[in-house]
């Protein structure tokens, strides 16, 4: 590679690599075979990736990865990797930051919660070329508005909180991206709220700075309203889902989460925390060549 050749390929460009018709591009793609992005709603390739690819070596599924959980942060995950006692390390930065480690060999497993067209993580984890990975339900959770209670009967929609104080996300985090969805949808922008300082990298970091009254909202799931005694107002039904390597899988410290996630005790901190649905635990939602 030189330093003129583009970072990102064209559909037509990746077939002239690959000495087909784009059609078999296409084709790849919706099998989940190729690593691409969708860019508002273009396609592109990454070159280092697409390399990775036609060599064999995308993914980093050659060595033995470390005993991490990154990505997403998780209430009731976070939890369960403590009870547990599986001697999981936790790295969470959300979900893109998170999925750059998983791709890397860095963890075992990724928590995430994308939202991808009418759908949470699938096309988005089909799209890096990864080898030898699972995508796991973990649970369904009840996201939307946590709110402070001096402004919880003001708002009944997205809207009303023009001009308050609102908790941003990292840029990446499935929190933004899904926040950016929901304000296009509804005609707004960033700019019709006044951002509280900082950012918020986990659920428990958004919902105390409602709590502490350094922000007025926050977009967050019920469980941390629940928690802080916070208002909120639901949005939407969004899926979070662990990315596991396969070998990984059935190693002592991630056996040992799964394990406890069958325990009664894991079943009633759920139902304790509210906002979550557990009925898909554990469902094969992707699979990797």
């Given at each position: 590679m030189t330093s003129t050749e583009p970072t990102y390929l064209t559909t037509k460009e990746v077939a002239d690599l690959l000495r087909v018709k784009e059609r078999k591009v296409y084709?790849?793609?919706?099998?989940?075979e190729i690593p691409h992005r969708r860019i508002i709603g273009k396609l592109l390739f990454p070159r280092a990736e697409i390399v990775q690819w036609i060599e064999g070596t995308a993914g980093n599924d050659t060595g033995e990865r470390p005993a991490v959980l990154t990505g997403s942060h998780d209430p009731l995950l976070d939890w369960a990797v403590r009870e547990s006692g599986c001697g999981l390390a936790t790295l969470l930065d959300g979900s893109g930051n998170g999925l750059e480690t998983y791709a890397?060999?860095?963890?075992?497993?990724?928590?995430l919660h994308i939202p991808d067209g009418d759908d949470w993580n699938v096309g988005i984890v089909a799209g890096r070329g990864l080898r030898g990975s699972v995508l796991l339900t973990w649970a369904q959770r009840a996201r939307g508005l946590v709110l402070a209670p001096a402004i919880q009967a003001e708002v009944a929609c997205l809207s009303d909180l023009k001009g308050k104080r609102?908790?941003?996300?990292q840029?990446?985090?499935?929190?933004?991206?899904?926040?950016?969805?929901?304000?296009?949808?509804?005609?707004?922008?960033?700019e019709d709220f006044v951002a509280a300082a900082g950012y918020a990298r986990t659920e428990s970091d958004a919902a105390a700075a409602v709590a502490s009254g350094e922000a007025d909202a926050a977009l967050g799931l019920e469980t941390m309203a629940r928690q802080f005694h916070l208002g909120f107002l639901p949005l939407v039904t969004e899926r979070f889902d662990l990315l596991v390597d396969r070998r990984a899988y059935f190693t002592e410290p991630v056996q040992k989460l799964l394990a406890f996630t069958r325990t009664q005790a894991f079943v009633e901190k759920a139902r304790a925390m509210g906002g979550y649905d557990l009925s898909g635990m554990g469902e094969v939602r992707w699979l990797s060549p």
């Amino acid at each position: 590679m030189t330093s003129t050749e583009p970072t990102y390929l064209t559909t037509k460009e990746v077939a002239d690599l690959l000495r087909v018709k784009e059609r078999k591009v296409y084709d790849l793609i919706a099998a989940g075979e190729i690593p691409h992005r969708r860019i508002i709603g273009k396609l592109l390739f990454p070159r280092a990736e697409i390399v990775q690819w036609i060599e064999g070596t995308a993914g980093n599924d050659t060595g033995e990865r470390p005993a991490v959980l990154t990505g997403s942060h998780d209430p009731l995950l976070d939890w369960a990797v403590r009870e547990s006692g599986c001697g999981l390390a936790t790295l969470l930065d959300g979900s893109g930051n998170g999925l750059e480690t998983y791709a890397g060999g860095d963890a075992a497993l990724c928590g995430l919660h994308i939202p991808d067209g009418d759908d949470w993580n699938v096309g988005i984890v089909a799209g890096r070329g990864l080898r030898g990975s699972v995508l796991l339900t973990w649970a369904q959770r009840a996201r939307g508005l946590v709110l402070a209670p001096a402004i919880q009967a003001e708002v009944a929609c997205l809207s009303d909180l023009k001009g308050k104080r609102v908790v941003m996300r990292q840029p990446g985090a499935g929190a933004a991206v899904l926040f950016e969805r929901l304000l296009a949808r509804e005609g707004l922008s960033p700019e019709d709220f006044v951002a509280a300082a900082g950012y918020a990298r986990t659920e428990s970091d958004a919902a105390a700075a409602v709590a502490s009254g350094e922000a007025d909202a926050a977009l967050g799931l019920e469980t941390m309203a629940r928690q802080f005694h916070l208002g909120f107002l639901p949005l939407v039904t969004e899926r979070f889902d662990l990315l596991v390597d396969r070998r990984a899988y059935f190693t002592e410290p991630v056996q040992k989460l799964l394990a406890f996630t069958r325990t009664q005790a894991f079943v009633e901190k759920a139902r304790a925390m509210g906002g979550y649905d557990l009925s898909g635990m554990g469902e094969v939602r992707w699979l990797s060549p």
